[in-house]
């Protein structure tokens, strides 16, 4: 069974930066694609930024140009550097892994933004 953990959320002031890191229990490459999704009280889960086993990269427009997406293959771990965070970034951060038509996902990593 394929397992995803995501670690780096916290609280942060507004204007400051978080990593967050995905670690697969299998090589990435094994995946068509590994992606950030976040859900915020009382919103629909939705798309931060999502990597190819390709290397191609896709951002949500709220976060182009403050987030960027990396992964370290010989870790097996997929990044999501959150830089310039805002206060409507906050959410619960999942790592979304794709095989196919198969979807796996994290536990979730919690992003506090404080104004």
């Known amino acids: 069974q394929v397992q995803l953990v995501e670690s780096g959320g916290g609280l942060v002031q507004a204007g400051g930066s978080l990593r967050l890191s995905c670690a697969a229990s299998?090589?990435?490459?094994?995946?068509?694609?590994v992606g950030w999704y976040r859900q915020a009280p009382g919103k629909q889960r939705e798309l931060v930024a999502r990597i190819t086993s390709g290397g191609n990269t896709n951002y949500a427009d709220s976060v182009k140009g403050r987030f960027t997406i990396s992964r370290d293959n010989a870790k097996s771990t997929v990044y999501l550097q959150m830089n310039s965070l805002k206060p409507e970034d906050t959410a619960v951060y999942s790592c979304n892994a794709e095989r196919f038509a198969v979807r796996y996902w994290g536990q979730g990593t919690q992003v506090t933004v404080s104004s």
């Open positions: 299998e090589s990435i490459f094994s995946f068509n694609a």
